[in-house]
């Protein structure tokens, strides 16, 4: 087999199409490149684009010179060179032949476009654009298209739990990610964080058959801009502020709690993530150190209290152990996602199970009691408002505040 025959089979190129040269040159880094020529038999033929005509139907009307970044061939870049043909069809007139290893006004090839999309999956793009030797430009471009086209089939209708969270690109350009908190999938990314925001992504859930009136959670940050467009253009969904920025807020409190007290009291400096890592993170001697502060009734140990306790509502109310067929766990038990049957004595009988959640002790700062078991949620929330209070506390410039 030669050279032209093996690129042929390599590239699984359709009649009539055929290599018909194969060139190693310098490239403008002076790094070599693979050059692959293919071309057609004079007198091929072409079926016309457009729909409705048969297959080789029209003669090459003429052909126009391009040019495509192909994979690499080992470690060499590859370029494929054509003349794509225009047909002259006697239905719709001269008529430009789609190359089949490319999209129509692509500089690259399906397969070229399909490495890097697979890519930019786990990677940003511009490490992908330094690793294939081009413009990250040049690669956002057809992304965006592949991007398009896949959510044009995306459907929203049973979307009704949502994540709303901001981040930023280069500074203060922010942009705004929407995910379904079931699927865990993004379902839209927005520019901005305010409350117009929301607005946007409500009109882009409706172009994909979502209904804002049966969203019924919204989890997102304490941004009033947020809330403000939730209220505006979510009207049935509870707003819910999520995990991390609670415990973001409490941790910040903390750290600032911590350096104002180290001002007249020297013992705290360079104690910053004593407070703030979990005791489970902390070696043994920064543990010591922790207990040995905390005997000393510091403001920043009742401050770590009070994080830690928020935590332990989080982990202590989250965790479901089984089901009974009372409410007060005295029935008849089932774990979690066990298999079950012959619950109901007679046909079509309703059968309740209750849901049975895991003990928890929390200790209450600076109080000395405790809190066992399911009864003192209550005192949980209580624990959470201090918390957060604590934050709010902490975000104002004067130091004089207590806890």
């Known amino acids: 087999m030669d050279t032209t025959s093996l690129f042929t089979a390599a590239l699984q190129l359709p009649d009539p199409w055929r290599v018909s040269g194969v ?34 139907s029209c003669p090459a009307h003429d052909a126009r010179e391009r040019v495509w970044r192909h994979l690499n061939f080992f470690q060499y870049k590859a370029f494929i060179h054509a003349g794509v043909p225009r047909v002259a069809c006697p239905e719709h007139g001269v008529r430009a032949v789609p190359a089949p290893w490319a999209r129509p006004g692509s500089g690259f090839t399906l397969l070229f476009e ?30 965006r298209h592949y991007v398009d086209e ?17 981040t930023s690109r280069r500074g ?78 409490a941790n910040e409190a903390v750290d600032k709690v911590c350096k104002a007290e180290a001002r007249d009291r020297p013992v705290l400096r360079n104690t910053k993530y004593v407070w703030l890592r979990n005791e489970a993170s902390l070696t043994d001697p920064h543990l010591e150190v922790k207990r040995n502060l905390a005997k000393q009734r510091l403001k920043t140990a009742r401050a770590c ?50 849901a049975q959640w895991a003990d928890a002790m929390t200790v209450l700062p600076d109080t000395g009691g405790q809190a066992a078991g399911h009864a003192p949620f209550a005192a949980g929330m209580a624990v959470t408002a201090a918390a957060l209070a604590l934050a709010v506390l902490a975000r104002r410039r004067a130091p004089r505040h207590s806890l």
């Open 23 to 56: 060139e190693s040159r310098d490239g403008a880094d002076c790094k070599r490149e693979l050059h692959i020529t293919i071309g057609f038999a004079s007198g091929s033929r072409f079926h016309c684009p457009e729909a409705g005509r048969g297959e080789a």
């Open 114 to 143: 399909a490495m890097v999309v697979e890519l930019a999956k786990t990677q940003p793009v511009a490490d992908i654009a330094e690793q294939v030797g081009e413009h990250d430009t040049r690669l956002w471009r057809f992304i």
């Open 150 to 166: 896949a959510r044009r089939y995306k459907d929203y209708t049973g979307v009704e739990a949502i994540g709303i969270d901001e």
């Open 172 to 249: 203060h350009r922010y942009i705004t990610v929407v995910a379904d908190l079931v699927e865990r999938n993004v379902v839209c990314v927005v520019p901005g964080k305010d409350s117009s925001t929301v607005g946007r992504f409500a009109r882009d859930f409706m172009d994909h058959n979502g209904d804002p009136g049966r969203v019924r959670l919204a989890a997102c940050d304490m941004s009033l801009g947020f809330a403000k467009g939730i209220r505006e253009h979510l009207p049935n969904a509870a707003k819910a502020v999520d995990k991390f920025h609670v415990v973001k807020h």
């Open 305 to 354: 209290g009070m994080r830690e306790c928020l935590q332990d509502i989080y982990a202590a109310n989250l965790t479901k152990y089984s089901w009974n067929t009372k409410k007060d766990g005295s029935g008849a038990s089932y774990g979690d996602k066990a298999a079950i049957r012959n619950l109901a004595s007679v046909q079509d009988e309703v059968i309740v199970l209750y």
